[in-house]
């Protein structure tokens, strides 16, 4: 009879034929086993005889579980053990899955995992510079070291090759960024589950601010020099050093963000700020008119390069003309070096020199925080002189005031 099981000389224990596949020189076998658990009938099967069972291996294994059932320890049928086997080979599973992510070394993760994503997020310039940190300073210390394994003492081995180097503070802490970086996406992805040691590493003071500024007359100069050099260049220059406005922002200029009947200029999604305007300047005014000539489309660019594309960097004729002009021969510190951002920081200056108050340059140059515009107190300082001078004319009018009212009395 097909499925029929037959006795074997072990209690309990029974097999049945398989109707075709051969084992040996006979049938392949299917051993299963009868037992009683809490006054229930059971019948579990166990396995082929292919599969390397024996009667005599399947009655130990039905001993092995009426003694289980008889101390009250371990499983008490072959269901619950195997299910109990499945719940420890998962177990093991998952955990030789994190012991194989925990052992992946903080380069690979970064060449194979947070480098491709920081490439098809970010600027070029933005991913470049995070890569070249990475090469020249990070994988020589931590790059063959797994992410468990790295401790405060590498960070501070990175931190220690850099300023001896004479890379500045503002350097080493953009390398901790980029580890800092990687590590929370390795912690997003369950790579490793513990934080960076870059929160116990105390980071280098640095001040980035830029000192420098440019005159009128050094502005004029500059103006002229580009002019000869190309009239694009000398647009941007003037828009930057009139309006305050970032490179970035000049680039993603279109003419839909252009008024010129009321003067003003959207800039939309500019850095760290939300929307604002920019209001021209007659030499701005006249600038839009003679590029916008017979008028344009209000999505077209208003500055785009050989191609017709947007803009991606400042020219480099702006440093040929600063370095013909001499305006950063023998400086060192890099915030008293004249760079395009300096046109922004002149505009932020004359305003202030101009006595225009601190909250209105804020809101002039889109600064999110007030702290950002309070670099350009000390050009103030004139006007709050002669602030308190005028209070003490008035102290002192008041003064003899007081005098000469005391005068009559005693007449």
Partial sequence: ???????????????????????????????????????????????????????????????????????????ASLAEKRALDRERREKEAQEKARLEKEAITFGKFFTDTYFP?????????SY???????????????????????????????????????????????????????????????TIHIDSPTKNIKAPKF?????????????ESLLENLSARSWQLHDISLLSLHTGMRAGEIFSLTWGHIDLDRGHITIVDPKATRTRTAFMTGQVKAMFKRLYGNGKNRNDLVFKDRNGKRIVEVSQSFDRAVKELGFNKGVKDRRQRLVFHSLRHTYASWLVEGV???????????????????RYSHLSQGSLQNAVANLEKTMTRAKKQQEAKAQEGKA
């Fill in 1 to 75: 009879m097909k499925n029929e099981y037959h006795k074997t000389k072990f209690p309990g224990i029974r097999y049945r034929e398989h109707e075709t596949r051969k084992h040996g020189v006979g049938k392949d076998r299917y051993f299963a086993m009868r037992y009683q658990v809490g006054g229930k009938r059971k019948h579990e099967g166990i396995g082929w005889a292919s599969e390397k069972w024996t009667a005599e291996k399947a009655a130990n294994e039905l001993a092995a579980l009426k003694k289980a059932h008889t101390l009250g320890e371990g499983p």
């Fill in 117 to 125: 994503i920081s490439k098809g997020s970010k600027k070029k310039g």
């Fill in 128 to 190: 470049q510079a995070e890569n070249c940190l990475f090469e020249l300073w990070i994988k020589p210390v931590i790059g063959n070291t797994p992410f468990n394994q790295i401790s405060q003492f590498s960070l501070e081995k990175i931190k220690k090759r850099m300023l001896d180097a004479g890379k500045s503070p503002r350097t080493v802490k953009y390398a901790f960024d980029v580890i800092n970086q990687a590590w929370n996406l390795a912690r997003r992805n369950g």
């Fill in 207 to 219: 001040d980035n601010r830029r000192i420098r500024f440019l005159t009128h007359e050094e502005a």
């Fill in 356 to 374: 225009t108050d601190l909250y209105t340059v804020s809101k002039l140059m889109g600064h999110s925080d007030l702290k950002m515009t309070q």
